[in-house]
T-cell receptor
Framework: DAMVIQNPRYQVTQFGKPVTLSCSQT?????MYWYQQKSSQAPKLLFH???????NEADTPDNFQSRRPNTSFCFLDIRSPGLGDAAMYLC?????????????FGPGTRLTVT | GESVGLHLPTLSVQEGDNSIINCAYS??????FIWYKQESGKGPQFIID?????DKRQGQRVTVLLNKTVKHLSLQIAATQPGDSAVYFC??????????????FGSGTQLTVLP
């Protein structure tokens, strides 16, 4: 059974046209993360939610926003996508009390900007 | 301008041989390390972890070795199979901080298993 679900798996948007990527989880984890992964590179953390508390990485562009309306869902909004934002976007979750700190990743959404 | 993808380090092994994938981590304060496997078009998948109070941990066909003196981590895969072909990332974090688990990923290694 899928634990971290991302929709859509592939998204095409036009330069400057806002786009929203979604993530849902069935694990009831408190923490949800969004990563950006460009070709042949490691995932780069954009931000995370610890329950309702939003934590932005210092180098995440303002163009990227996130919403978490409830425990299960988290959204990534790209307000004005540029060509450089084309990437795989990964959602992950973890338990806040987990000793192991393991993160569970979704399959990713591959974003193409035309 | 358009960004250019980096070339991942690559490792090619014959099916049935053992594989060793290496990783140098950056933060000497990190106390928890994870190896992830990422197949093409999929998200990273947890393989094995190790805490800094250990220097070796074994799983099914995999062993992780940690050398804190030189900040080096390795993943050994025994009897490598075609299904092991993927990109392998090491990740480090500090779990004693009490905050949410911030993972710092290494650059990744592309493992190709040859028939």
């Amino acid at each position: 059974d899928a634990m971290v679900i991302q929709n859509p798996r592939y998204q095409v948007t036009q330069f400057g046209k806002p786009v929203t990527l979604s993530c849902s989880q069935t694990l009831n984890h408190n923490v949800m993360y969004w990563y950006q992964q460009k070709s042949s590179q490691a995932p780069k953390l954009l931000f995370h939610y610890y329950d309702k508390d939003f934590n932005n990485e210092a180098d995440t562009p303002d163009n990227f926003q996130s919403r978490r309306p409830n425990t299960s869902f988290c959204f990534l909004d790209i307000r004005s996508p540029g060509l450089g934002d084309a990437a795989m976007y990964l959602c992950a979750t973890s338990r806040d009390t987990s000793v192991r700190g393991e993160q569970y990743f979704g399959p990713g959404t591959r974003l193409t900007v035309t | 301008g358009e960004s250019v993808g980096l070339h991942l380090p690559t490792l090619s092994v014959q099916e049935g041989d053992n594989s060793i994938i290496n990783c140098a981590y950056s933060n000497s304060a990190s106390d928890y390390f994870i190896w992830y496997k990422q197949e093409s078009g999929k998200g990273p998948q947890f393989i094995i972890d190790i805490r800094s109070n250990m220097d070796k941990r074994q799983g099914q066909r995999v062993t992780v070795l940690l050398n804190k003196t030189v900040k080096h981590l390795s993943l050994q895969i025994a009897a490598t199979q075609p299904g092991d072909s993927a990109v392998y990332f090491c990740a480090e974090t500090l779990i004693s901080s009490g905050s949410a688990r911030q993972l710092t990923f290494g650059s990744g290694t592309q493992l190709t298993v040859l028939p």
